[in-house]
């Protein structure tokens, strides 16, 4: 079964003080796993796509990294208007026609000025 | 912005109505999604669509129902309302099957009340 485990749950931050968010995921054939921001009362903002372990993709303070196991998010210098929640989600290749994702419970970051 | 929006916004229903949420994209995608949000289990799959009238279920698919006759239209209906479906619905659009990409784009929500 396709899973996906997020940590912290929750992670506070001074701004400036730069951090990671772990992403670990079981999934039979990955096709891909996706990072998303969610704002309060907001749809899930898509932020990066990774397809195969070693990848990396960078926006602004984020960088997302993959391994056969996890993903992390590192955030750099953050600022407070990087509070959010952010959400991991892997789409397997396996009896997947529709393209489904597997989200995990995400992680509440949040920035203290 | 992906061109998806969803109404109502809000909503607030009695135990036993019928309810239907939409969604419309304007981005001609051939995949859309209906997903809840629920503290302690984050998004969870409703239904999704691969194209007009061609349905399937996702996880949590009891007590929903989808139809989508336009392709920028796709329908969620909660046949007789229970409280335990309180919830936060998004729907979601993605380009799978029309090139390299095939992330989701999410709506803004719908926050639906039963009582």
């Known amino acids: 079964e396709d899973q996906v485990t997020q940590s912290p749950e929750a992670l506070r931050l001074q701004e400036g003080e730069s951090s990671s968010l772990n992403c670990s995921y079981t999934?039979?054939?990955?096709?891909?796993l996706f990072w998303y921001r969610q704002d309060p009362g907001k749809g899930p903002e898509f932020l990066f796509t990774?397809?195969?372990a070693g990848e990396e993709k960078e926006k602004e303070r984020l960088k997302a990294t993959l391994t056969k196991k996890e993903s992390f998010l590192h955030i750099t210098a953050p600022k407070p208007e990087d509070s959010a929640t952010y959400l991991c989600a892997v789409q397997g290749d396996v009896y997947n026609q529709g393209g489904k994702l597997i989200f995990g419970q995400g992680t509440e970051l949040s920035v203290k000025p | 912005d992906a061109g998806i929006t969803q109404s109502p916004r809000h909503k607030v229903t009695e135990t036993g109505t019928p309810v239907t949420l939409r969604c419309h994209q304007t981005?001609?995608?051939?995949?859309m999604y209906w997903y809840r949000q629920d503290p302690g289990h984050g998004l969870r799959l409703i239904h999704y669509?691969?194209?007009?009238?061609?349905?399937d279920k996702g996880e949590v698919s009891d007590g929903y129902s989808v139809s989508r006759s336009k392709t920028e239209d796709f329908l969620l209906t909660l046949e007789s309302a229970t409280s335990s479906q309180t919830s936060v619905y998004f729907c979601a659009i993605s380009p799978l099957g029309s090139g390299p990409n095939n992330e989701q784009f999410f709506g803004p929500g719908t926050r639906l009340t039963v009582l």
């Open positions: 999934v039979s054939g990955l096709r891909g």
């Open positions: 981005e001609n995608h051939r995949y």
């Open positions: 990774l397809y195969s």
């Open positions: 669509s691969y194209g007009v009238k061609d349905t």
